[in-house]
Nanobody
Framework: QVQLVESGGGLVQAGGSLRLSCAASGRTFSTYAMGWFRQAPGKEREFVAAINRSGGSTYYADSVKGRFTISRDNAKNTVYLQMNSLKPEDTAVYYC?????????????????WGQGTQVTVSS
């Protein structure tokens, strides 16, 4: 069983920054691509960013491109999401997830394990 534990959420003013972390259990972390999704109240869960197994390729939603950076440290079994220039519309619960061995980076149904989520609130 894989466990994903997010941390780093909080309350920040617009224009500020936060760094989310997601620690994974198990020995196979480097075998899988990882992603971040978010869900705002009353909205569907949406893709934010993803990273391939080695960390050499990254993928972003248009809404966060240029402001967010996803990275991973396979030695620490951890994936990160650096969020800069935060906006009130970034307010959501942020989830990290492990992608199946194959599939799209962008669709939640292609991810098999999920963390419990961490709240990010951006005040205007």
């Amino acid at each position: 069983q894989v466990q994903l534990v997010e941390s780093g959420g909080g309350l920040v003013q617009a224009g500020g920054s936060l760094r989310l972390s997601c620690a994974a259990s198990g020995r196979t972390f480097s075998t899988y691509a990882m992603g971040w999704f978010r869900q705002a109240p009353g909205k569907e869960r949406e893709f934010v960013a993803a990273i391939n197994r080695s960390g050499g390729s990254t993928y972003y939603a248009d809404s966060v491109k240029g402001r967010f950076t996803i990275s991973r440290d396979n030695a620490k079994n951890t994936v990160y999401l650096q969020m800069n220039s935060l906006k009130p519309e970034d307010t959501a619960v942020y989830y990290c997830a492990r992608r199946y061995l194959s599939g799209s980076y962008y669709y939640a149904l292609d991810y098999d394990y999920w963390g419990q989520g961490t709240q990010v609130t951006v005040s205007s």
